[in-house]
Nanobody, 119 residues
């Protein structure tokens, strides 16, 4: 199966930056998209940013202009550069990959990495 390993979370002051990385390994035949989602306590999981293979990235409204996603399909890695962080960005961030074989589509998730922004 597919495994996702995330890194780069931590504690940062408001206005600071963090960089999250995710590496996917396993039987990925066709990578369709990679992305990051987040979930704050008491809230639903929401899209942070996603990038389809060969396409343009999509960002959640609250992070536009501050976060940048980049992906490397050859290495099956995705990175999220987070700048100008705000306390409301505090959440567990999850890496997601959408992939398929010749018959079915799959969605795989990382274990999550905590990002805490102090005011």
């Amino acid at each position: 199966q597919v495994q996702l390993v995330e890194s780069g979370g931590g504690l940062v002051q408001a206005g600071g930056s963090l960089r999250l990385s995710c590496a996917a390994s396993g039987s990925i035949l066709i990578m369709n998209a990679m992305g990051w989602y987040r979930q704050a306590p008491g809230k639903q999981r929401e899209l942070v940013a996603a990038i389809p293979s060969g396409g343009s990235p999509t960002y959640g409204n609250s992070v536009k202009g501050r976060f940048t996603i980049s992906g490397d399909n050859a290495k099956n890695t995705v990175t999220l550069q987070m700048n100008s962080l705000k306390p409301e960005d505090t959440a567990v961030y999850y890496c997601n990959v959408e992939w398929s074989d010749y018959e079915r589509a799959f969605s795989s998730w990382g274990q999550g990495t905590q990002v805490t922004v102090s005011s």
